[in-house]
């Protein structure tokens, strides 16, 4: 099933790496039999540390790499002197296809930079995007672009959507999602003229998609799309207003429930429920932002999660590596790309238009 | 304390009006003794609805209007047709002096664009915003612009940022908000021109604010700020999708406390403590956005809300109406004024810049 399937890990990536990094590869190596783990990091250490973690062991190579890219470091210097880091070989583990995907904890401006760098834009995409999973009353949603660009025009707004719903199908296994613009009303003439465009682009180029049209914010968390769709400036900022929400609401329960003697009495007998709720509203299980739209796949894991989230971040890699995902979204783009080439030629041609 | 105050109140405002609008006002009038109600709307039908309501019927004058602005009307078509209309002469109470306050759970488009045409904008106010109260871990910030205008440059953004301060001090009586720009990071070099623009503006416009800076999505519910400042596409947006992720928590709470015996038995005993949550998660007693920057005070309640949803938004106006809101505003704004001014005399002989 996962034959020659190897994933390639910066070790040293993390607010606790190596440690949190080995016990997810623990974990996924146990889920996935048959991947196999290519580790960037100090080999004696990480080799080691592996002798407590048997899975991971087995499934497992170390490759040596002591230099590493520190949490704080800005994108151009991590470029400058990344070079032989382990975040750095975990890329170039893709680029020579030594490995199907990457995963790193690590440092996200450094990763992207570094990404970009060694991996390179897909043909037909302008504007690499990254992808979060966002869980809702109908299941998980793709939300794209959380923050690799502050603005995004039409067209860029439609790769995000083709990249976004191979995503779904690839990680999500869904066979038809929905894709929606995010936008402040549902109505044709609302919001900036870029998601208009998208839309008309969307409806016009022949890309082949289930298109729903506009969505607003709430309907994020309804579920009423499978994939969100909007530039890295609002996706970050709606994606973290949502997660300091879901926080402010568990805040007020606890206080709640901690409240009074009843109150905590109810709260005990309720708690294997109470702890249903909390694993379904926790952040690990959907952690792995995915950084679509180059040649390899690059996933990144929330700098400061555990193995359990860790582990989820892998899984994503393990996922995308297995489908189809690129001939999918290479397939679409080339469909987006011979509708945008007439449009321009349309443009140009005024007599024409 | 409440000497001569008016308030004028579009009765055929909203899903439920006017039922909903005159429980509103009872309730509004038992709490604030001395504030007086102009009520617009057909005048046999509202007088003979106010007998069931001792209180609102004792501070109630009605104001016949035959006509109202129907809730899916376009604002065009509004502004063309809407003289005579419940709002619209509740807007031109305010515009006369009669009232220091109009409040209207009536079609929003309409109203702003009514509002717009009656009341003018304020000198120095380049675009209105629509400003919203947040509950926090703090307790309640006002978030603007949250749709008012799509897109806002520097000095829009500092003119909301004013607007929204005076806002929090007159409607939450604090004396001196925090006020922090939305942005996808906390480092001046992050996000948009606009808002980097809008950062340096405030701080070199000697605009009398305590600015704390960029913050993010998470720092809204955090309470970080009081004041959070943004355009209203990233506004509106970011409160829905908050709004949206409220309402998932909670419907997974209640699925978690009635999935069996002993959760329905905790949920039981915890019952008062819930219910307090459940209070304080109230959308009703945040109801009032308020349309800010214009020649008088318009208070916008959520359309489908009942009574006491109704009855906050009524005490919002009568907040603004007994604060110093408006000369504190246009005293900030002047200072803005003069330094955009400065600004753009420099740029515009290049041998001073």
């Not at 890990?9 to 889920?31: N, Q, T």
Request: with cysteine; charged share 20%; net charge neutral.
């Amino acid at each position: 099933m996962a034959d020659g399937l190897v994933i390639s890990v910066d070790g040293m990536g993390g607010d606790h790496a190596p440690e949190s990094v080995l016990d997810g590869i623990e974990i996924a190596a146990r889920k996935a039999p048959g991947a196999r783990f290519l580790i960037h990091g100090p080999a004696a250490r990480l080799t080691q540390m592996l002798e407590q973690r048997p899975a991971a062991k087995a499934a497992s190579t170390v490759r040596d790499a002591e230099k590493f890219v520190a949490m704080d470091v800005k994108p151009s210097q991590a470029l400058r002197q990344g070079k032989g880091t382990s975040m750095w070989n975990a890329l170039v583990s893709v680029e020579t296809g030594e490995a199907q995907a990457c995963v790193s904890a690590g440092n996200t401006g450094a990763l992207m930079a570094m990404a970009m760098m060694r991996l390179r834009k897909m043909e037909g995409v302008h504007r690499p995007a990254l992808v979060a999973t966002w869980p809702t009353a109908q299941g998980f949603a793709a939300v794209l672009d959380v923050g690799a660009n502050v603005e995004a025009d039409g067209s860029q707004l439609v790769e995000f959507a083709i990249m976004g719903e191979a995503f779904h199908r690839a990680v999500r296994g869904s066979s038809r999602p929905k894709v929606g613009l995010l936008n402040v009303g549902s109505e044709d003439q609302k919001g900036h003229e870029e998601i208009r465009s998208a839309a008309r682009l969307i409806r016009e180029a022949g890309v082949d998609l289930d298109f729903y049209g506009f969505v607003e914010g709430d309907d994020i968390s309804k579920g009423t799309v499978d994939v969100v769709v909007t530039d890295g400036f609002t996706g970050n900022i709606a994606m973290k207003t949502a997660e300091g929400t879901a926080r402010l609401v568990a805040g007020f329960l606890r206080e709640a429930l901690t409240a009074g003697p009843l109150a905590r009495i109810g709260a005990l007998l309720a708690l294997p429920a109470l702890k249903k709720l909390k694993d379904r509203m926790d952040p690990r299980t959907v952690n792995g932002a995915v950084f679509l739209g180059l040649n390899g796949i690059v996933v990144k894991s929330h700098g400061g999660t555990d193995g359990l989230g860790y582990a989820a971040a892998a899984d994503v890699a393990i996922r995308m590596a297995k489908s189809h995902y690129r001939d999918e979204v290479a397939a679409n783009l080339a469909r987006l790309s011979a509708a945008t080439a007439v449009t321009a030629a349309t443009a140009a041609m005024p007599g024409l238009s």
